[in-house]
């Protein structure tokens, strides 16, 4: 573990996994157990009581419907994130009232007070998820069990309540099929979905906040490539780092996004589209911009391997990530062959340094670099500036290599339900 | 350095200021220049052109009183950031129109759509100061230029915009006077001012916002110690950082506070009541809880070393830790000598170890540690946890050692006005 040279070895033994977990059980309330969400009977640790704060129900979902109904624009004229639906869903949380109703209700400005903590001290987190349509006009997403599952895991890291999973995502779903016609016919084209939570205590203390919001809102997207491929440059960022070891990295929150921004500046100025996020003295490869990192490598008995640094607190558990990894063990055991994979593949998840890729890449040895993420999916790199120097990467004629272009085509087709896969869960037929 | 060791060159290499100074000096508009708030005429560094958009301007300001004035509660019923005054001030800004006409109005909710950057982001950044009355009346600021110097330089860090700070501190004393009557008149209560930046980009892409929103609002608040000195236990964190070299831990960010609270949390259910914060495997100390830190130690030769780590990009340059310093040097200089400090003393900010703390603290050579911060001033430490052990800090019978307590009243005298000092900025007569 290269994180070993910058940490202590506490740091290293103890994981949040287990608080995690037991946090996001204190949430879980009666209903839940009733309709199955939860296997256990919750007690509080301190004094043995049942907990008895309600959770996000669904059952208590009201919906008002706006009385202006917008026309949504030109599929082409869509910017990311500059264009939303007619509805948001809102879910007010307190500590002594536990999860209160859902509502979904017409999108709109939050009334919120200068006070609130969210504006202080970044209490907040977010996910990214897609809603497809098909050729068919079935509506699905992708996986959104990762995304609820991260997002509890993101709450618990900064003393935000936590919710029922399971329960969210029922509401989530009301959501998008009222919204269902906002998802643009085109191909390629999606709902890009923002559950967002935020700390609302009326008090500028730095504390756990006795108030949170969850909203959710929804924005429809055009793909991401739309005149073909288009591989990207890194400007390896030796000055900022995205995260470190005991820090939040791992975790979806705001405060991982604000300081990205000017390294983002920097590296646009010197003619780069993304920063490369390196770690240490050793300069370990870890993000890309807001995505998730893939090598791949000629190994010297003439077989490839697909590396990306393992998970830790530095790294995000992407949800495209973890597809590609399971899709290339499948390739590589033989289970379920890519085209455009190479035969005899090794998968591998394991720290990567500058010194390592630069040497490789010289010798010819580099195959392909691509980030993964909810936005572009696969995204090529062609290009990495490091110590002044750039790196040649290849990528084809096409402008993606073939591992990439297998890759993205066994996510798509599953996101598009031209594969059939559990990966794809129905919102509406 | 110690960074050294965590770091590659460049970074080290390579400071924020020379960017920060050049991004400050792009927002002072036309009418600043005529004010004589800069000296230099300003060209965009592109095009060649003056920069024309306004800055924040207190001739602009328009003052909204409310038709309902609160009677500000008995000042022993105050809970640190709960209540607030009657009014708040509001200065807008965007990208195209620059910094609008700045506004103080009844203090109430912001209205905030749920796509502003600031809640999804993090896109936000604070400032604490303390306005203080003395026994004839007056009402005074502490060094206010050093709060508005450093929120310029957070401002930068995110690529929120930057202001005239003497224009924004015009604004604000304009504040104080409107609500001075809230000012308790106890002693040892005072103002506390909390000016916040935040990101209101109504979109959810990861960039520069282009809309922002500069408010202020203010907080009756009680003395920190109301029944004699609390010195506080810390427990020396080795499982989170607040921070790391490359990251933000030298602004004041919003981002630094949120991923701090569960920390906090485990450091309370250990019993201890603030977390110091230490770095790299060698455990550097850097700051405790939201404060700085310092550490008194008895050299070899029988004189005193008072030790502050270096301010680097992850230590805040706090307003009390610069008095701290300056205090100290002044005495070790012989111009002002201070009751209770050694006569014989160096002050140095250089990066010391737990090793080192420990193996003093066992030698008898530790002769005091304490924290400094806007909120206590000075907060005396009696024991640091520290991998499963405790170190006992001495705080004399008092609950505070002589060097805090010497410290202390120099800075309250000169807070009060009982020691007259160019740090103290009169805001009303």
Chains 1, 2 share one sequence.
Not at 113 to 140: C, I, W
Not at 403 to 408: D, S, T, V
Not at 412 to 426: E, H, L, Y
Request: charged share 20%; with cysteine.
């Amino acid at each position: 573990m290269y994180a070993r040279r910058l940490l202590s070895k506490p740091l290293l033994a103890r994981r949040l996994v287990p608080q995690t977990t037991r946090v996001a059980r204190l949430n879980v309330s009666r209903a839940a157990l009733v309709r199955g969400y939860a296997q256990d009977v919750v007690r509080d640790p301190m004094t043995g009581e049942l907990t008895s704060l309600p959770d996000i129900d669904p059952a208590r979902l009201h919906v008002i419907r706006t009385s202006k109904p917008k026309v949504p624009p030109p599929a082409k004229t869509l910017v990311f994130g500059h264009t939303f639906t007619d509805h948001m869903l809102v879910i007010p949380w307190s500590q002594t009232t536990g999860w209160q109703a859902p509502q979904i209700r017409p999108y709109g400005p939050l009334s919120l007070e200068p006070s609130v903590t969210v504006l202080h001290y970044a209490q907040t987190l977010f996910e990214g998820m897609k809603a497809y349509r098909d050729e068919n006009g079935k509506v699905t997403l992708f996986r959104p069990d990762m995304n609820m599952k991260r997002m509890n895991k993101s709450a618990a890291r900064i003393a935000l309540p936590t919710f029922d999973a399971d329960a969210l995502l029922d509401c989530i779903k009301t959501l998008i099929r009222l919204d269902a016609h906002w998802i643009p016919q085109e191909v390629g084209h999606s709902l890009y979905i923002r559950p967002t939570l935020i700390g609302t205590q009326r008090a500028i203390g730095v504390n756990p906040p006795n108030e949170a919001l969850l909203f959710v809102i929804c924005s429809p997207v055009g793909p991401y490539y739309p005149t073909g491929f288009k591989p990207v440059s890194l400007m390896a960022t030796t000055e900022y780092i995205r995260a470190a070891p005991g820090g939040t990295g791992g975790y979806k929150l705001g405060a991982n996004y604000a300081p990205g921004v000017v390294p983002q500046k920097e590296a646009a100025k010197l003619g780069y589209s993304q920063n490369l996020w390196l770690l240490g003295p050793e300069h370990y490869l870890t993000e890309v911009g807001t995505m998730n990192l893939f090598v791949a490598l000629k190994k010297d008995d003439g077989s490839a391997e697909l590396v990306t640094p393992p998970l830790d607190d530095v790294i995000l558990p992407g949800v495209t990530r973890d597809s590609v990894l399971a899709l290339a063990r499948d390739h590589a055991s033989g289970k379920n062959p890519i085209k455009g994979l190479p035969k005899s593949l090794t998968v591998s998840e394991r720290p990567i340094t500058m010194k390592e890729v630069k040497e490789k890449a010289q010798s010819g040895k580099v195959i392909e670099v691509f980030g993964t993420g909810t936005a572009a999916i696969i995204c090529p790199v062609e290009r990495i500036g490091y110590l002044g120097e750039d790196i040649t990467i290849p990528t084809g004629e096409a402008g993606i290599g073939d591992i990439a272009k297998g890759l993205l085509g066994e996510i798509v087709g599953r996101q598009m339900g031209t594969i059939p896969s559990d990966w794809s869960v129905v919102v509406s037929e």
